[in-house]
């Protein structure tokens, strides 16, 4: 048992998370639910996504799970490893970290994918990693709605207001980004990718600007190129007006 709600089980060469109801059937090696071979072989690896983190989808009882393998970027990728981290302990394991995140960040209620599974696996002074999440049905990321539309003013509303809320919770989020917005079916807003993450507190605003300077600069990316009425001065200020409210 966790404090975080889950199951931690030792695996061979790391540990695993799982959430107490996954865990009454877990596979053998339990470590197989992290391993997209696993899911391939069973015919349920769903499709593949292509970006830093290496990302499945994977289909398990009725629903769907995100499968994310932690990876680097920039120079340490190039000239040390895409996925190795050097190891700290287990507290200071990446995947760990998002994990008891979004636990504590669902039990406050905020739109954040549920937590599945979290494990790692250890070489001598490194360390692999990845998350399971449940998907959030029907919800794609705002930058594939900014492509095929213009938003309404009231979405763009919404923005600010979920942005705000996870403020007000001093999630200091490291990637704000258009990609890391889903809007689900029913128009409803979530966040996702919490890696790097950091809960702050104090008055301190200076990372709150620094969000949303992130988000709009990305918001200005996806749309370049597209119908001005995408996204400017006008939708930016409705982002604003709902942070503000």
């Known amino acids: 048992m966790t404090s975080d709600g889950g199951r931690r089980v030792a695996t061979q060469g790391g540990a695993l998370l799982m959430a107490q109801v996954e865990a009454r059937s877990l596979p053998v090696p339990p470590e197989s639910l992290f391993d997209p071979e696993f899911w391939r072989r069973t015919g349920t690896l769903i499709r593949a996504e292509r970006g830093r983190g290496s990302a499945w989808f994977v289909a398990r009882g009725g629903e769907e799970w995100a499968l994310r393998h932690y990876r680097r970027g920039g120079w340490i990728a190039s000239r040390f490893s895409f996925d190795r981290y050097l190891w700290l302990g287990e507290a200071r394991v990446r ?142 200020a409705e982002v604003m007006r709902g942070y503000d409210g």
């Open 95 to 236: 995947s760990f970290v998002e994990w008891r995140l979004l636990e504590g960040l669902a039990a406050q209620g905020l739109p954040v994918p549920q937590a599945v599974g979290a494990a790692y696996g250890r070489g001598w002074f490194t360390y692999r990693c990845d998350l399971l999440t449940r998907r959030i049905r029907g919800a794609a990321p705002l930058s594939d709605a900014l492509g095929a539309g213009p938003l309404a003013p009231a979405c763009w509303h919404a923005v600010g207001a979920l942005v705000a809320r996870f403020h007000r919770a001093g999630v200091d989020h490291a990637d704000l980004n258009a990609h890391n917005i889903l809007m689900a079916a029913d128009g409803s807003l979530h966040l996702i990718d919490f890696d790097r993450c950091r809960l702050r507190t104090g008055a301190a605003r200076a990372w709150r600007r620094r969000n949303l300077a992130r988000l709009r600069r990305s918001f200005a990316k996806v749309t370049l190129g597209l119908p001005p009425a995408r996204f400017g001065a006008a939708e930016w």
